[in-house]
């Protein structure tokens, strides 16, 4: 039977979203975090959540009480409690890890909300080494009317597997008496928006992105769904509600300069401002990579700055400067280099900029807004086919990351050619 402990107030904190992940520690050992987010109002939080693990066929093996922690705030009148736990699995195998709570806040796009729970999953394979996804960065709540919103998942697996990422419906859960769950699929809508920028996720870079039109909150939720070998392994999920007010403010304007350095030389530039498609970044061992967001105030009503979030900056010799502030202009720099062969993957990383303005009448903390670049890791992949001078001829062949042999007139490559007197060598081609 699923039992949730928890005290509840007529007076008690809005419930606002909440995710949970596994992540291994040793063997079948592993470590469970549930987050829940709320708001900042005074009231009776409950003593404490149960996270219930079921196995494949979702029978219940174990219930969990954890104690509810205190609180982290965060900028626009929210806080996250974070829970941990600890379980060993009995066998290898797919798992789930889930928890509920009571009761959700009133939103627009999910009629009578305030009656129903927020039901969270994660499910995981366990097999002494695999840990679920998990969101690299806190979620955006607030949204400004008539403006663009970007709010990117920031989606990461530490082991390197496969992940993809789409809407869902936010859900509830009720026992069915036999003690699994029967879930409860809530009427719902996305949040209204204009139709020259609808409400969606971008399945290459994780924004979730939409230009609202009507003030008001709205509930939304995303999946990060694990692959191996092209078989699903686990998902994890994650709720927020996004607060969309009206404000008299103009966005920040961003400029991004992208520079790869190559044996000590420029060999690839790129500026990137607001409004203009998000161009990827093509890299090799031995490379170094620079990039340099500026971001600008027209109004001069707030204090921009920004922040950086990237698997790159957790697992390698990836990191961020950033200038002083001042009350129009911020600058911070992600810098990655030199490239190791460690760093190749089939997968590329995601690095996302999280620009923060300051706003205060009417009083809102921050205006946030991400915008994220995908770079490729990969093993300088033009192969050559050395004859002596005596033919004045040089065979080349240029293959991509995944194997396939490209056409190396294509735009866009290019092809560094030395000679030593005797023969000629590609050193790299992109």
């Known amino acids: 039977m699923y039992i949730v402990l928890i005290n509840l107030h007529a007076k008690a904190d809005n419930l606002l979203g909440g995710e949970i992940t596994c992540r291994n520690i040793n063997g079948l050992m592993y470590e469970t975090t549930l987050t829940i987010y709320r708001d900042t109002i005074t009231g009776n939080l409950p003593l404490n959540y149960t996270i219930t693990y079921r196995d494949s066929v979702d029978t219940v093996f174990a219930s969990n009480i954890v104690i509810t922690p205190p609180s982290v705030s965060w900028y626009n009148g929210f ?33 009578n909300s305030t009656s129903y ?41 530490a082991d390197g597997d496969s992940i993809s990422w789409e809407l869902v419906i936010p859900e509830d859960v009720v026992s069915n008496g036999s003690g699994g769950f029967s879930i409860v699929t809530l009427p719902y809508n996305y949040p209204p928006s204009d139709s020259s920028l609808p409400f969606h996720i971008d399945p290459i870079l994780g924004d979730i992105s939409f230009k609202p039109n009507v003030v008001g909150k709205y509930q939304i ?46 060999s690839w530039q790129h500026l990137w401002t607001t409004n203009l498609p998000h161009p990827d970044i093509f890299i090799s061992p031995g490379d170094n990579l620079f990039i340099h967001q500026i971001i600008s105030d027209p109004d001069l009503i707030g204090y921009p700055y920004s922040q950086c979030f990237s698997a790159s900056i957790l697992n390698s010799n990836a990191g961020i400067s950033s200038g002083p502030t001042y009350n129009d202009w911020h600058d911070c720099e992600y810098i990655w280099g ?50 002596g001078n005596e033919t004045k001829s040089v065979y080349l062949k240029s293959i991509d990351i995944l194997g396939r042999e490209t056409d190396p007139n294509l735009p866009g490559f290019r092809i560094d ?4 007197g005797k023969t000629k060598k590609v050193f790299r081609g992109e």
């Open 221 to 266: 939720a995303v999946k990060i769904t694990e692959w191996k070998n092209g078989v699903q392994i686990g998902h994890v999920l994650r709720e927020i509600e996004l607060n969309v007010g009206q404000i008299n403010n103009t966005p920040l304007a961003v400029q991004t300069e992208i520079t790869v350095v190559t044996n000590n030389l420029i």
């Open 338 to 387: 030199p490239i190791s062969t460690s760093d190749v993957t089939s997968q590329p990383y995601l690095v996302t900029f999280r620009n923060f303005e300051t706003y205060f009448l009417p009083y809102v903390d921050y205006l946030l807004s991400d915008c994220t670049f995908r770079i490729f890791v990969s093993p300088n992949t033009t192969g050559l086919n050395e004859i």
């Open 117 to 157: 729970g927020m039901y969270l999953e994660c499910k995981v394979l366990a097999d002494g080494v695999n840990s679920s996804p998990k969101f690299l960065s806190s979620p955006i709540i607030f949204a400004q009317l008539n403006q663009p919103f970007t709010n990117n998942i920031t989606p990461y697996d």
């Open 417 to 420: 050619l030395y000679s030593d």
């Open 79 to 111: 806080r996250s409690f974070t829970y941990i736990d600890t379980i060993i699995f009995p066998f290898a195998g797919l798992y789930k890890a889930s928890a509920w709570s009571c009761c959700r806040d009133s939103v627009g796009n999910i009629p």
